[in-house]
């Protein structure tokens, strides 16, 4: 079965920071460009950050450029998002998501896999 | 920064209605390199993640029923279930694909209730 499963939620202070994991399988995540999309309660979803296939192509929503990192290991099949000097607006699920492709000149623009989401609550 | 509108916020539809919903983007999504409407729409239903519905506009994703579609291009779209089933009660939302620079933005999304 092909799915994503993050890891690595939690309770943080403001402040604090937090990795979170997000592991494929089923597929070959080096085969996919993906990312880190959150929703906020009671609110709706927001894409954070975007990683190539290798790596070498990143971006981020404003909104967290500067604090986020998104990095990715091929040979874990593993994407992670490093998060510092996080806020209580940073209160979210996560979900890691798979941009959709049917071959290299057939991207969708859309995320066609998602996991299931981890909880990040800052607080104190 | 593109802003996609959705509308409305939220509707109330019987079972076997068309439910109807539009989202609006702040600029053209159409791009001339390839001729596609980089506008995506997505289910959500409680304590699940969102389940891609559309891409391209109009292009049903793998496994979606076909009383589900997307039609639309430019900055003007919308969604249209034909025939409303009782799973179909959740929130939807649009979302655009940009690569100068790259972003996606999403709707603000809409509830869609069971009348």
């Known amino acids: 079965e092909v799915q994503l499963v993050e890891s690595g939620g939690g309770l943080v202070q403001p402040g604090g920071s937090l990795r979170l994991s997000c592991a494929a399988s089923?597929?070959?995540?080096?085969?996919?460009?993906v990312n880190w999309v959150r929703r906020a309660p009671g609110k709706g979803l927001e894409w954070l950050s975007y990683?190539?296939?290798?790596?070498?192509?990143?971006h981020y929503a404003d909104s967290v450029r500067g604090r986020f990192t998104i990095s990715r290991d091929n040979a874990k099949n593993s994407l992670y998002l490093e998060m510092n000097s996080l806020r209580a607006e940073d209160t979210a699920v996560y979900y890691c998501?798979?941009?959709?492709?049917?071959?290299?000149?057939?991207?969708?623009?859309?995320?066609?896999?998602w996991g299931q989401g981890t909880m990040v609550t800052v607080s104190t | 920064d593109i802003v996609m509108t959705q509308s409305p916020d939220s509707l109330a539809v019987s079972l076997g209605e068309r439910a109807t919903i539009k989202c609006k983007s702040s600029?053209?999504?159409?791009?001339?390199?390839?001729?596609?409407?980089?506008l995506a729409w997505y289910q959500e239903k409680p304590g699940q993640p969102p389940k891609l519905l559309i891409y391209?506009?109009?292009t049903r994703a793998s496994g979606v029923p076909d009383r589900f579609s997307g039609s639309g291009s430019g900055t003007d779209f919308t969604l249209t279930i034909s025939s409303l089933q009782a799973e179909d009660a959740a929130v939807y939302y649009c979302?655009?694909?940009?690569?100068?620079?790259?972003?996606?933005?999403f709707g603000q999304g809409t509830k869609l209730e069971i009348k």
């Open positions: 998501a798979r941009d959709g492709t049917d071959g290299p000149d057939d991207y969708y623009g859309a995320f066609d896999i």
């Open positions: 089923g597929f070959s995540l080096s085969s996919y460009d």
């Open positions: 990683i190539s296939t290798s790596g070498d192509n990143i």
């Open positions: 600029q053209s999504i159409l791009y001339s390199y390839d001729n596609k409407n980089y």
């Open positions: 391209w506009a109009s």
């Open positions: 979302q655009q694909y940009d690569n100068m620079p790259l972003v996606y933005t």
